[in-house]
């Protein structure tokens, strides 16, 4: 954004001034899905398997978001995560998707491949796992959602796995749908978002990209998202 103002001088002159504001914007486009295989993930614990987070992570390698230079981040159980700067911050969780971001109301500093109310299919079957591939300066964090389910008792076969990148250098964030079998009974489109926000917002909740909201077809098997600053 380019803001200009104006300074009289002598003689009818004027002088210009243009200031440059970064707004972090983003530019969205739909690509193939491209699911990584994880050889040596770590399962992250959360606080629990309904509503749950985990604690703060360590980034491990520099990532700019909206702008700004975060190095932790968290995850939760209902499809999104949080990034931290420096310093690091608190981890929230809430089943209760926006339908645009940004949204003032916490969680924020956002970054949601799949927010919905998911739930663990059963003990042991659903995991959050995380991997860094690839080499500096062209790291690729991986966290992936495995086999997770909706809330609803309803939809309780419905079977979700999906994947979030954070690119090294490019500083660019993808959503990638691996596994998304619908239940029977899904009738309103959620196994394709249907109920979901897929999204971003920054860590002030001011900035944000909403993909989609609550849009059933918004995302198929094999589908993906890129973000790019």
Do not use: K
């Not at 700067?85 to 089943?95: C, I």
């Not at 924020?108 to 300066?137: C, K």
């Not at 500083?171 to 899904?186: L, S």
């Amino acid at each position: 954004l380019a803001v200009g103002s104006t300074t009289a001088g002598g003689g009818g002159s004027y002088s210009v001034l243009f200031e440059r504001f970064d707004l972090g914007a983003y530019t969205t486009s739909s690509i193939p899905g491209a699911c990584l295989s994880l050889t040596a993930p770590v399962t992250l614990p959360t606080t629990s398997q309904d509503d749950g987070f985990t604690t703060l992570q360590p980034l491990g390698f520099p990532f700019s978001y909206f702008g700004g230079a975060v190095t932790q981040y968290s995850v939760t159980t209902n499809g999104f995560m949080q990034v931290y700067p420096v310093g690091g911050g608190v981890a929230d969780n809430d089943y209760n998707n926006p339908t645009l971001l940004p949204d003032i109301n916490p969680p924020n500093g956002v970054i949601a491949p799949f927010w919905d109310d998911l739930l663990q299919r059963a003990p042991g079957m659903s995991s959050i796992r995380v991997e860094t591939q690839g080499t500096a300066p062209n790291r690729v964090l991986v966290v992936e959602w495995t086999n997770w389910r909706f809330y609803s008792a309803t939809l309780e076969s419905s079977v979700l796995t999906f994947q979030a990148h954070l690119l090294e250098t490019s500083n660019a964030v993808e959503f990638h749908y691996c596994t998304m079998t619908a239940d029977p009974d899904d009738q309103l489109g959620q196994i394709s978002g249907g109920s979901a926000t897929v999204g971003m917002e920054d860590l002030g909740a001011t900035q944000g990209v909403t993909w989609s909201a609550n849009t059933a077809g918004s995302i198929a098997p094999a589908s993906g998202v890129r973000f790019l600053p």
